[in-house]
């Protein structure tokens, strides 16, 4: 039986307090995960962040592409740079940042919940949200959520859809106020 040596023994036990493989990849998808976050964030909200300047401009320029597999590897290239920079003061400026404004918290869960409903088909959900933004465009605010009804019911990146279409029910909500019963 052969014996081994201290100094492999030595190396076993050094190898011990490494982290395991799993865990790595733990960690870099939870630092995917941040930079994803990022990519939601507003310029003005990056600019309140301590981020390094390459992965600023990775995470400004993500944010202008539109074809997924081009998003897809931005993406991947954020949680690389996530993972050479700190990304301890950039969670904790993030966590800051979100809970600091609770009006903005509590209109993305409105938003969420509002796109849960369209996409399970709430019919009153969507009659409301155009009576609130007449100055959403209905044909593509109902091809979205077929597309994302459809991508849940044939388990194709449901989470993509369903982006895609709170992403633009943001963009509605935020470029124009919303109509109050009474005032129109």
């Known amino acids: 039986m052969p014996n081994i040596a201290d100094d ?23 630092l995917q995960r941040l930079g994803e976050q990022l ?17 600023r401009e990775a995470v400004l ?4 592409l539109h074809q997924r ?6 993406r991947q290239l954020i949680g690389k740079l996530m993972r050479r920079a700190e990304a301890e003061p950039v969670q904790a400026a993030l966590a800051a940042l ?14 969420e919940q509002g796109c849960d409903a369209l996409i ?7 009659t409301a949200f155009l009576d609130q933004y007449p100055g ?13 009804a459809r991508a849940l019911a044939q388990d194709k ?14 963009e509605v909500t935020a470029g124009s106020a919303p109509v109050v019963e009474g005032e129109a």
């Not at 492999?8 to 939870?30: H, I, M, V, W, Y």
């Not at 597999?69 to 931005?74: H, L, P, S, T, V």
């Not at 959403?136 to 994302?148: C, E, F, G, P, V």
């Open 136 to 148: 959403t465009d209905a044909q593509q605010l109902r091809q979205l959520i077929r597309n994302a």
């Open 69 to 74: 597999g081009a998003r897809k590897r931005q």
């Open 98 to 111: 979100m809970s600091a404004d609770p009006v903005a918290r509590r209109r993305r869960q409105q938003l």
């Open 8 to 30: 492999d023994f030595a190396s076993l036990e050094a190898g011990a307090d490494r982290p395991s493989k799993s865990q790595r990849k733990r960690e870099a998808t939870a």
């Open 39 to 55: 990519v939601e964030l507003k310029p003005a909200q990056l600019d309140k962040l301590p981020l390094p300047e390459d992965l």
């Open 157 to 170: 990146q449901p989470a993509v859809a369903r982006n895609v279409l709170l992403r633009y029910l943001q």
């Open 120 to 126: 399970a088909g709430d019919t009153a959900a969507l």
């Open 61 to 64: 320029f993500a944010q202008g």
